[in-house]
């Protein structure tokens, strides 16, 4: 956290690792560093809510590990093949308390649906057609190299 290679050194306080946690100034973090979502100790450190970003356990059943260490519930953070989707501004009422893993989709369409809902609600939307435009993300190449996916998956993202 100190140092990185975007926003360079951290100036404002303090920075330490201490018993498994990131201290910046007053602010003690409990960090994990497990492969395994059922090793990490949620309820120990007090966290009830799970944000599942790693892009790896996008499913109800993968997700669901999170709840052997403790947590009540799952966010999972892209679009699921089995967890129910909800979107604030768009569906976000149908939510289920009893539900212990869902997916709030994509970032894209956080950002793109409750738009959308707007304006097909008040005017109707015949087609559309939308493109997406982000930073490099940690599975991209940043460079052309060999890709074991789809040949494109190879191209430099820079």
Not at 20 to 27: E, F
Not at 30 to 38: C, G, I, L, N, Y
Not at 62 to 83: E, F, M, N, T, Y
Not at 137 to 149: F, L, Y
Request: glycine fraction near 10%; charge should be neutral.
């Amino acid at each position: 956290f100190k140092y990185d290679s975007t926003h360079g050194v951290w100036k404002d306080s303090e920075v330490k690792q201490e018993g498994g946690k990131l201290i910046i100034g007053n602010l003690h973090i409990t960090v994990f560093h497990e492969r395994d979502p059922t090793a990490i100790k949620w309820g120990d450190a007090g966290a009830d809510y799970v944000v599942e970003s790693t892009g790896v356990f996008t499913t109800i059943d993968k997700a669901s590990a999170h709840l052997q260490g403790g947590a009540k519930r799952v966010i999972i953070s892209a679009p699921s093949a089995d967890a129910p989707m909800f979107v604030m501004g768009v569906n976000h009422e149908k939510y289920d308390n009893s539900l212990k893993v869902v997916s709030n989709a994509s970032c894209t369409t956080n950002c793109l649906a409750p738009i959308a809902k707007v304006i097909n609600d008040n005017f109707g939307i015949v087609e559309g057609l939308m493109s997406t435009v982000h930073a490099v993300t940690a599975t991209q190449k940043t460079v052309d190299g060999p890709s074991g996916k789809l040949w494109r998956d190879g191209r430099g993202a820079s």
